[in-house]
């Protein structure tokens, strides 16, 4: 079955430092893939996605790159700010008749100022 | 154009009590899913409706059943409430085709005591 793999938090930062969060998947078939961002007391949001290998998704200065190769979608910004603290959650889904989705278990990311 | 709205936002029951939580949407999306959230679980499927008027289970459904009203309303019932369904339960949608992502709602957080 799908399965997503994302690094374990809590992931504390400073103002403007690079962030990196990793995400791998095992899935079958050319599953697509997508960042959630959930901000405190809030449901989820689609951040980012890509729907094949090589595509890079992007928003908000956050970026993610499909590689198949090594089965990854590790999400990247290069200068965080106190506003991107929320809880991050790497999903895929293969499709099929209920394209549901699978997700990683989330990491938590705090920027302090 | 509210998206997916849940109801309640909040709320406690007492194990053996019922409830019935509320969704809609106004994209209309022919896709809708119920899924749970734990902490360090990430969010887990408990059922879908790819279309209206069918319904699947997903990954956790024992406890609960569902409801799709109309192609708006789907909706997630807890017959007898028990401490292990203590969660943030969150409702999401997908437009049919091609379109993979899900679009969430607010979630709803029930503890049972």
């Known amino acids: 079955g799908n399965s997503v793999t994302q690094m374990e938090g809590p992931v504390t930062l400073s103002e403007e430092a690079f962030l990196t969060i990793n995400c791998t998947y095992t899935?079958?078939?050319?599953?697509?893939l997508f960042w959630y961002v959930q901000y405190p007391g809030e449901g989820l949001q689609l951040l980012l996605k890509a729907t094949k290998a090589d595509d890079k998704g992007s928003n908000k200065g956050f970026e993610a790159t499909y590689r198949k190769e090594t089965t990854s979608f590790h999400l990247e910004k290069g200068s965080v700010q106190v506003s991107d603290s929320a809880v991050y959650f790497c999903?895929?889904?293969?499709?099929?008749?209920?394209?549901?989705?699978?997700f990683g278990k989330g990491t938590l990311l705090t920027v302090n100022p | 154009n509210a998206g997916v709205t849940q109801t309640p936002k909040f709320q406690v029951l007492k194990t053996g009590q019922s409830m019935t939580l509320q969704c809609a949407q106004d994209?209309?999306?022919?896709?809708m899913y119920w899924y749970r959230q734990d902490p360090g679980m990430g969010l887990r499927l408990i059922y879908y409706?790819?279309?209206?008027?069918?319904?699947d289970k997903g990954e956790v459904p024992n406890g609960y059943n569902v409801s799709r009203l109309n192609k708006r309303e789907f909706s997630l019932r807890l017959e007898s409430a028990a401490p292990s369904q203590t969660s943030v339960y969150f409702c999401?949608?997908?437009?049919?085709?091609?379109?993979?992502?899900?679009?969430f709602g607010p979630g709803t957080r029930l503890t049972v005591l």
């Open positions: 994209m209309n999306h022919n896709s």
């Open positions: 899935a079958t078939g050319y599953p697509s």
């Open positions: 999903a895929l889904t293969s499709g099929g008749s209920n394209y549901k989705l699978t």
């Open positions: 999401a949608s997908r437009i049919a085709g091609g379109r993979k992502e899900q679009f």
């Open positions: 409706s790819a279309s209206e008027g069918t319904t």
